[in-house]
């Protein structure tokens, strides 16, 4: 068993049982026994450093392959935890894609997760729904980009692409251009930015919540959710603030989830957590969580 092994095989029945307790929210025994056994056999994960194991497990369907970025340029430990949006480096729009190359079928409707991270999330929903739906991961940090590029290639998905990109300057002209409809918009646990003087940083913007709603479909949806209550009341303000456009979903069809008389969603619906979610509930914090449906009339 390599040194990963060993963290797991000490941590796995204590996360198990805190995660349990904490956030309830199991961790399958299953999953725990996969886990143990890829390490077993030599896997290195390269991350397992404190609570990523939680992430490690949740997603070991996923089977990412930590060996291969260990041998590219992705240099993933001097990768900087927060970035300055506004800066200039940031302002530059993205380019946009042939979507001809980018997905083997480009009409088909869209997901836009902002602020995507390791991109672990959505590479999990698009494995899951391969013929039904594309999906976009915008990021500002280019190596978590790199190499979650380096995973679909990997996987050999092709419903899912990820760029790097400013999503408060470049979202508009990247969906404006995408050939299918956009159906379903995600902002999960963007950064908080605390300081009042940085609020100005945080990408829940006036200008990026008009965009969403201009070119999200009749009946598409969004999704936001923050483990920081101020940061959800601020994005819970912004969408509420469109009732004309767009509606709160009080109670979701699909999973039979109701909304807490605060109005928040108890549970991620998505069948899948993001990992700051992970972190956040194992930590034992709350996570405020929205639903949006465009509405019919809005044009
Ligand atoms: C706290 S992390 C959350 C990541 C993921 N959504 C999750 O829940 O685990 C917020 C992410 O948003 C990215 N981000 C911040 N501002 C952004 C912007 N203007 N455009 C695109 N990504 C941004 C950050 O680099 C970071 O990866």
Not at 181 to 196: E, H
Not at 204 to 213: A, E, H, N, R
């Amino acid at each position: 068993m390599n040194y990963a092994a060993v963290v797991a095989a000490t941590m796995a029945p204590m996360i198990q049982r805190r995660v349990s307790n904490k956030a309830q929210t199991l961790i399958s025994p299953r999953i725990i026994k996969r886990f143990l056994n890829n390490n077993s056999r030599g896997r290195n994960l390269g991350e397992v450093r404190g609570s990523p194991v939680l992430v490690a497990m949740e997603y070991s369907d996923l089977n990412l392959d930590y060996n291969s970025i260990n041998d590219t340029h992705i240099d993933m430990g001097r990768m900087r935890q927060h970035v300055n949006p506004l800066t200039s480096t940031f302002m530059v729009p993205a380019e946009i894609p042939d979507w001809k190359q980018v997905y083997s079928d480009p009409s088909l409707p869209l997901m836009v997760d902002i602020g995507t991270g390791s991109g672990r999330f959505l590479i999990w929903l698009a494995n899951k729904s391969p013929d039904t739906r594309n999906y976009l991961g915008l990021e500002i940090r280019r190596k978590m980009v790199e190499r979650a590029q380096l995973w679909i290639k990997e996987m050999a998905l092709s419903n899912i692409y990820f760029i790097f990109a400013n999503a408060a300057v470049s979202f508009e002209q990247l969906v404006s251009t995408y050939p299918g409809p956009l159906m379903f918009v995600s902002i999960l646990c963007p950064d908080p930015y605390f300081k009042k003087r940085h609020h100005k940083r945080r990408v829940v913007q006036k200008p990026l919540v008009d965009s969403i709603l201009k070119y999200l479909r009749p009946g598409g949806q969004v999704f936001v959710q923050s483990d920081v209550l101020e940061v959800a009341i601020d994005m819970r303000s912004q969408f509420d603030a469109e009732s004309h456009a767009i509606q709160h979903i009080d109670t979701l069809d699909s999973s039979g989830i109701l909304c807490d008389d605060k109005g928040w969603l108890p549970s991620n619906p998505m069948g899948i957590r993001t990992e700051r979610e992970i972190h956040a509930e194992f930590e034992g914090a709350k996570v405020y969580r929205r639903m949006y449906q465009k509405r019919d009339i809005f044009s």
